[in-house]
């Protein structure tokens, strides 16, 4: 079964508002890594994290890990169109890699 | 730059067809993998492989097969292809980063089976 869920499936907003995805597993993870896929193209790895509690930063990209290591978060500020595309997250655990269901996010100009 | 290739970027077949996807990489990754993705169900994992000769399946192992004669190459196979197996399919390697693997995706192959 899926063992890392994510939150939303389809994301639609203006340009210049606020994104975020949210991805959640039911057991502790040893790490959590987002993707982004641009439309008909392939996933492509942003960012690893790995410590309980980590907030890292990417421009607008902002990556959180929670505290009991089950949850993550990507927030994107003030969205561009050159962010549409989806975002995977996927969960490590026990030399494995569990990918989210991914967030679709278009951005209207 | 990690590079992973697979063989054809688009693919038709008939139902009942033998198919052969090919993913190459050039990084001497220990790992590969294979996906399918479909809409509203992200990645699922078909096949992966630590090694040379070595295959784990994967979350959705039915209907397919795996070869990885060489290191820099991990084969998916589909003995008797079926409509339910038209998606894409994304070839991926990686190497231990401590703590987790990044994964390297090819830029897929999109399958029809008709």
């Known amino acids: 079964g899926q063992q890392v869920m994510q939150i939303p499936q389809y994301q639609h907003v203006q340009e210049g508002e606020d994104f975020t995805t949210y991805c959640n597993s039911s057991t502790t993870l040893s790490n959590i890594q987002w993707y982004k896929q641009r439309p008909g193209g392939h996933p492509v790895f942003l960012i690893q994290?790995?410590?309980?509690?980590e907030v890292k930063k990417q421009k607008r990209l902002t990556f959180q890990f929670g505290e009991a290591k089950k949850n993550s978060s990507l927030h994107i500020t003030a969205t561009q169109t050159t962010d549409v595309g989806t975002y995977f997250c996927?969960?490590?655990?026990?030399?494995?890699?569990?990918f989210g269901t991914g967030t679709r996010l278009t951005v209207i100009p | 730059d990690v590079k992973v290739t697979q063989s054809s970027r688009y693919l038709v077949k008939r139902t009942g067809e033998k198919v052969f996807l090919e993913c190459v990489q050039d990084?001497?990754?220990?790992?590969m993998f294979w996906y399918r993705q479909d809409p509203g169900l992200g990645l699922r994992l078909i096949y992966f492989?630590?090694?040379?000769?070595?295959?784990e399946k994967g979350d959705i192992p039915e209907g397919y097969s795996v070869s990885r004669e060489k290191k820099e190459r991990f084969s998916l196979i589909l003995e008797s292809a079926s409509t339910n197996q038209t998606s894409m399919y994304l070839c991926a390697s990686s190497f231990p980063t401590g703590g987790g693997e990044t994964q390297y995706f090819g830029p897929g192959t999109r399958l029809l089976v008709l």
């Open positions: 990084m001497d990754h220990e790992n």
């Open positions: 492989s630590y090694d040379v000769k070595m295959k």
């Open positions: 996927a969960g490590g655990r026990a030399n494995n890699l569990f």
């Open positions: 994290l790995v410590k309980s509690g």
